[in-house]
T-cell receptor
Framework: EAGVTQSPTHLIKTRGQQATLRCSPI?????VYWYQQALGLGLQFLLW???????NRGNFPPRFSGRQFPNYSSELNVNALELEDSALYLC????????????FGAGSRLTVL | AQKITQTQPGMFVQEKEAVTLDCTYD???????LFWYKQPSSGEMIFLIY??????QNATEGRYSLNFQKARKSANLVISASQLGDSAMYFC??????????????FGRGTQLTVWP
């Protein structure tokens, strides 16, 4: 069974640009979660999608947005990139909101220059 | 206030010995879940063990056990018979089963475990 896959593995952008990160959940999982792991800040919850809808959002500005597609894959978009957006972005999936365990992907490392 | 506190930035243990990684949590929600994840240098978060707030028994998964002390709000991870491959960052996390924070995991800052031969 394939795990959670994320692309790209690494992404380098400059300030003001937009970044798009992609996530494919485990087959059969309907919930996708995005977390930011920035140096010194730990893992911060970004977004939760379930059945195509945004269900919850962390304390991030609106320039962080995303969506979930009918096949349950997801995109995270970060507009107007700032230097402090440099981080590892982790995607996780679960088999719904009642599921206990989140399975994480290997992450996409975004570097903003 | 921090939802999850891990007070040990780094821990060292000799191979084959047991080690305890500390975690305390803060919630007023009667229903919650506690998790431990391992993050090797590759970056992927690997699920280790889960404990529900209403579970009577401490959770165990192979060499991992969770020492759940509800009154003290602690959820320490015990790794028995440490292996060199256990060297990684370990994160304690909590999920609250309330509407406003549903779906969100709160993570601690992590403990870097180093296993030496």
């Amino acid at each position: 069974e394939a795990g959670v896959t994320q692309s790209p593995t690494h992404l380098i952008k400059t300030r003001g640009q937009q970044a798009t990160l992609r996530c494919s959940p485990i087959s059969g999982h309907t919930s996708v979660y995005w977390y930011q792991q920035a140096l010194g800040l730990g893992l911060q919850f970004l977004l939760w999608y379930d059945e195509g809808e945004e269900r919850n959002r962390g304390n991030f500005p609106p320039r962080f947005s995303g969506r979930q597609f009918p096949n349950y894959s997801s995109e995270l978009n970060v507009n107007a990139l700032e230097l402090e957006d440099s981080a590892l972005y982790l995607c996780a999936s679960s088999s719904g909101s009642g599921a206990n365990v989140l399975t994480f992907g290997a992450g996409s490392r975004l570097t903003v220059l | 206030a921090q939802k999850i506190t891990q007070t040990q930035p780094g821990m060292f243990v000799q191979e084959k010995e047991a080690v305890t990684l500390d975690c305390t949590y803060d919630t007023s929600d009667p229903s919650y879940g506690l998790f431990w994840y391992k993050q090797p240098s590759s970056g992927e978060m690997i699920f280790l063990i889960y404990q529900g707030s209403y579970d009577q028994q401490n959770a165990t998964e192979g060499r991992y056990s969770l020492n759940f002390q509800k009154a003290r709000k602690s959820a320490n991870l015990v790794i028995s018979a440490s292996q060199l491959g256990d060297s990684a960052m370990y994160f304690c996390a909590m999920r609250e089963d309330r509407g406003s924070t549903l779906g969100r995991l709160y993570f601690g800052r992590g403990t870097q475990l180093t296993v030496w031969p």
